[in-house]
C-alpha cells in the first residue's frame, strides 16, 4: 500500500491558528504560544519553539574516517560525540554555511560537497531543518572555533561510528541520521 500524500491540498487535517504571539526571544531561539481549532473543533495551545535551521556535515576521509567532535550540551549536562553542525546564519547559503562551520569547527576545507538532504529533528515542538551535507577531498587548514565553543575534534572509522549508534551510545539523532545517510549513499556509490 503507498503511502498517503504527506501534505494534500486542502490538508484535512490541518489547524487554524486563531490566536499567536511571541512568548519569549533569545539570542537565535524564539518560543510561540498559539491557540488553534482541530479539524474536530476542539480548541488548543501550541507551544514551539522558532529555529534559523542548521547544516551538519559529514566530513569522510579519503581512509573511511569521519571526523567527529566532542562537545558539552548544556542541556543534558554531559558531552555528546557529533558530527560536526551549526546554524544558518540569515541570507546565509546552505552550503556556505556547511563550509564556514567545517572550517570553524574542524579546521578542514574540502574539495567535493554533496547534499543528502534534511530533515526536521523536532517536529513535535520546533521548525528546525538541518540540512545535511557529505564533505569529501578533506584537508586541513586550522580552524577557529566561536568564543565559548570549545571542542575535541578526533577521527573515527565510519563503520565504528554506525555500530556506536546502533548500540545507543552516539544519541545525537543528526549524528545518528547522518551516518546511516552515508552507509546508504556509500552503498549507492559501489553499485
Same mark, same amino acid.
Given at each position: /500500500?503507498?503511502?498517503?500524500?504527506?501534505?494534500?491540498?486542502?490538508?484535512?487535517?490541518?489547524?487554524?491558528?486563531?490566536?499567536? +504571539?511571541?512568548?519569549?526571544?533569545?539570542? #537565535?531561539?524564539?518560543?510561540?504560544?498559539?491557540?488553534? !481549532?482541530?479539524?474536530?473543533?476542539?480548541?488548543?495551545?501550541?507551544?514551539?519553539?522558532?529555529?534559523?535551521?542548521?547544516? /551538519?556535515?559529514?566530513?569522510?576521509?579519503?581512509?573511511?574516517?569521519?571526523?567527529? *567532535?566532542?562537545? @558539552?550540551? @548544556?542541556?543534558?549536562? +554531559?558531552? #555528546?560525540?557529533?558530527?560536526?553542525?551549526?546554524?544558518?546564519?540569515?541570507?546565509?547559503?546552505?552550503?556556505?554555511?556547511?563550509? +564556514? *562551520?567545517?572550517?570553524?569547527?574542524?579546521?578542514? $576545507?574540502? +574539495?567535493?560537497?554533496?547534499?543528502?538532504?534534511?530533515?526536521?529533528?523536532?517536529?513535535?515542538?520546533?521548525?528546525?531543518?538541518?540540512?545535511? #551535507?557529505?564533505?569529501?577531498?578533506?584537508?586541513?587548514?586550522?580552524?577557529?572555533?566561536?568564543?565559548?565553543? $570549545?571542542?575535541?575534534? #578526533?577521527?573515527?572509522?565510519?563503520?565504528?561510528?554506525?555500530?556506536?549508534?546502533?548500540?545507543?551510545?552516539?544519541?545525537?539523532?543528526?549524528?545518528?541520521?547522518?551516518?546511516?545517510?552515508?552507509?546508504?549513499?556509500?552503498?549507492?556509490? !559501489?553499485?
Amino acid at each position: /500500500m503507498p503511502l498517503p500524500e504527506q501534505t494534500p491540498r486542502p490538508d484535512p487535517l490541518a489547524e487554524q491558528t486563531l490566536e499567536s +504571539r511571541l512568548a519569549w526571544q533569545g539570542a #537565535f531561539l524564539e518560543v510561540h504560544l498559539d491557540r488553534v !481549532r482541530c479539524p474536530d473543533g476542539h480548541i488548543a495551545p501550541r507551544e514551539y519553539l522558532r529555529h534559523p535551521g542548521a547544516v /551538519m556535515i559529514i566530513p569522510l576521509l579519503n581512509d573511511g574516517q569521519l571526523v567527529l *567532535e566532542r562537545q @558539552y550540551r @548544556y542541556p543534558l549536562r +554531559r558531552s #555528546f560525540i557529533e558530527l560536526p553542525a551549526g546554524k544558518i546564519d540569515p541570507g546565509e547559503d546552505l552550503l556556505a554555511c556547511a563550509q +564556514r *562551520e567545517l572550517r570553524e569547527e574542524t579546521g578542514y $576545507v574540502a +574539495r567535493e560537497w554533496v547534499h543528502l538532504g534534511g530533515f526536521h529533528n523536532a517536529i513535535g515542538y520546533c521548525d528546525e531543518k538541518i540540512e545535511v #551535507f557529505l564533505a569529501r577531498g578533506l584537508v586541513h587548514q586550522g580552524g577557529q572555533t566561536d568564543a565559548g565553543e $570549545v571542542l575535541e575534534i #578526533f577521527t573515527a572509522p565510519w563503520q565504528e561510528v554506525l555500530a556506536a549508534t546502533l548500540a545507543g551510545q552516539i544519541t545525537d539523532v543528526k549524528t545518528i541520521i547522518g551516518v546511516h545517510w552515508l552507509e546508504k549513499h556509500l552503498a549507492k556509490d !559501489r553499485s
